[in-house]
């Protein structure tokens, strides 16, 4: 696998229960087969196959499935600066936009033939990463050109005239937006589903429901996964802060309880991890 990009092709899998999770890098995923639920953010998309979404990775995302279907798909991880430089020789910046601006999206289009060249391309970039006989160099070459292929199709597609006009979200996937959102805003305080119940003037036994339905996720999950996540934020930006500071200012009961969620859900210490990715970023300087 070259290191500057993780490529998977028609990738199959049936039900299982799919953790959320973030990421450095942004993520092109073409949908192909199957039926899935993809929360991304405070945003629930049901897909059908020829959907991309676009992420920039660090938002919460997390595909629910039903138990017996298939779930076929592809995807693109690269990071940003691995193609920025060409696109700024270029003057061809702008092809990141989508990511860096919008941040995360559902593009899906009635032009199917581009649908099919963005698979094509994706297919023939894994097989690149598995040639045999070519060099780490010349992979990272013809991966970078055929990146550029795709987000220059990407760009067209993405472009409000080039797309279906989205139907109106029924309301129990409004429901479970609006509890997403919520939590989001106040992940740092203390949140019930009696908190949520009550702000959104919905029933406690619906909005567990509900939620679970939608996303996958029970409640307490989501308000943790999304303390951890931004938990893991401020330990990049924040190097000065201690564990004490940043477990109240991301809502955990205490910086003990911070330090063993932490531990079990990442597999190293929150000081390891900063440490980490500190490293990483003094390495591309």
């Not at 990141?96 to 941040?103: A, G, P, V």
């Not at 996303?215 to 999304?226: L, Q, S």
């Not at 079990?264 to 991890?273: D, L, N, Q, S, W």
Request: include cysteine; glycine fraction near 2%.
């Amino acid at each position: 696998m070259n290191s500057q990009f993780l490529i998977s092709y028609r990738l199959e899998g049936q039900y299982q229960e799919f953790k959320a999770h973030s990421h450095q890098e942004y993520e092109i995923y073409l949908f192909h087969k199957g039926t899935c639920r993809y929360l991304i953010s405070n945003q629930i998309y049901d897909l059908s196959p020829g959907d991309i979404l676009i992420m920039d990775g660090l938002a919460l995302h997390k595909p629910n499935l039903p138990k017996d279907s298939e779930y076929v798909r592809s995807h693109i991880h690269f990071s940003p600066t691995t193609i920025r430089p060409i696109l700024d020789v270029m003057g061809a910046t702008n092809l990141l936009d989508i990511f860096d601006h919008i941040h995360h999206c559902l593009i899906r289009s009635e032009h199917e033939q581009d649908i099919k060249q963005v698979e094509q391309i994706i297919k023939q970039m894994n097989e690149i990463i598995n040639h045999a006989t070519l060099s780490t160099l010349e992979k990272e070459w013809e991966l970078k050109t055929l990146l550029i292929q795709v987000l220059i199709i990407i760009n067209r597609l993405s472009q409000p005239s080039s797309q279906k006009t989205s139907k109106a979200k029924f309301s129990k996937m409004q429901h479970a937006e609006n509890i997403a959102t919520y939590i989001q805003k106040n992940y740092h305080n203390k949140i019930s589903i009696d908190s949520i119940s009550a702000e959104l003037n919905i029933s406690k036994s619906y909005v567990s429901r509900v939620f679970k339905e939608m996303t996958g996720y029970t409640i307490m999950e989501y308000v943790m996964a999304t303390r951890l996540q931004q938990v893991k934020f401020l330990l990049e930006i924040e190097e000065d802060k201690t564990l004490q500071q940043l477990s109240d200012e991301c809502g955990f009961e205490s910086a003990s309880h911070f330090s063993r969620f932490f531990k079990e859900h990442v597999g190293i210490t929150a000081k390891e991890y900063q440490r980490r990715r500190l490293e990483i970023y003094k390495r591309s300087e």
